[in-house]
T-cell receptor, first 113, second 117 residues
């Protein structure tokens, strides 16, 4: 089965460091989403892209977070500088057009010390 | 803004029994999709079942079925013949029908399902 691939699976770093999370969507999927999961807030949509163009990043803190799609096979989510409150699991998901559901990657567990 | 509410933080059921997980949502849209996702300890997000709001027939997938009540904005998940592998967090999710199909999901807070052997 085709899968969304996220790297790294785990990341531990110190406050103030830059963090980059990567996502390879399923081949042929043209819509890519970033979600964040925390105990307090649950699963929240951060941003999403369609055909590599950003459509909505209203859920993302603009001052330190940035999301890009350099090409159709790679989406990135960067945090600079990172803070302890950014500790969470970050999921990438992709889907094709129409009524198809989103397919999720296994997530990146991020810990900021 | 749409909201999704799962009022049961935790549910417990005996193996082989039936359990129903509740979900309600709030929206002003008439066309939308509803989903149940399962998240085991491995933290994968696995699609269990989905329902299109324009379909009156309730969706079923093997032992999983939903009770979709559009007027009441209710979307419950029934798991029949519960198995140990069903133990997980279950999330209800909503997505509006947007034509372009690019909208993200709004999730409930989840229900932790425990299966007693």
């Amino acid at each position: 089965d085709a899968r969304v691939t996220q790297t790294p699976r785990h990341k531990v770093t110190e406050m103030g460091q830059e963090v980059t999370m990567r996502c390879q969507p399923i081949l042929g999927h043209n819509t890519v989403f970033w979600y964040r999961q925390t105990m307090m807030q649950g699963l929240e949509l951060l941003a999403y892209f369609r055909n590599r163009a950003p459509l909505d990043d209203s859920g993302m803190p603009k001052d330190r977070f940035s999301a890009e799609m350099p090409d159709a096979t790679l989406a990135t989510l960067k945090i600079q500088p990172s803070e302890p409150r950014d500790s969470a699991v970050y999921f990438c998901a992709s889907r094709s057009l129409g009524s198809q559901p989103q397919h999720f990657g296994d997530g990146t567990r991020l810990s900021i010390l | 803004a749409q909201t999704v509410t799962q009022s049961q933080p935790e549910m417990s059921v005996q193996e082989a029994e039936t359990v129903t997980l509740s979900c309600t949502y709030d929206t002003s849209e008439s066309d939308y999709y509803l989903f149940w996702y399962k998240q085991p300890p491995s933290r994968q997000m696995i699609l269990v079942i989905r329902q299109e709001a324009y379909k009156q027939q309730n969706a079923t997938e093997n032992r999983f079925s939903v009770n979709f009540q559009k007027a009441a904005k209710s979307f419950s998940l029934k798991i029949s013949d519960s198995q140990l592998g069903d133990a997980a967090m279950y999330f209800c999710a909503y997505r509006p029908y947007s034509g372009g199909g690019a909208d993200g999901l709004t999730f409930g807070k989840g229900t932790h399902l425990i299966i007693q052997p």
